[in-house]
């Protein structure tokens, strides 16, 4: 975490509903980089899901605005950045796209 540039992009996968108190602790982390950021709402059914995650997160809606960050379903798209079964997840989870690959986002 502790490495992301502004010239990084995250992506970035959390459930619908409710963030909770770990989706916070891992959102606001995640905020605070400079980085572009891609939110991907898994089980997200509606444009109106997406907006109650992004609201019960906090995500500024400034940055939404300007692009710096995209709210989106996710429509499978999990299996293109990991090999992880979704089973062994903890969500929310967060990648950095490399020029070949994702990493994995380590929080210590």
Known sequence: LNNIRASDRIIFFATAGKC???????TSRILATPAHIDIFIIDG????????????A????????????TL??????LPAITTTPKSLLEFPVAFVQGKNE???????
């Open 72 to 77: 989106n379903f996710e429509n499978n798209y």
């Open 102 to 108: 994702y990493q994995q986002v380590i929080f210590q």
């Open 45 to 56: 059914k509606t444009e109106n899901d997406i907006y109650k995650w992004a609201s019960s």
């Open 20 to 26: 909770d108190a770990h989706c916070h602790a891992v």
């Open 58 to 69: 906090n995500i500024p809606i400034d940055r939404v605005h300007v692009k710096q960050i």
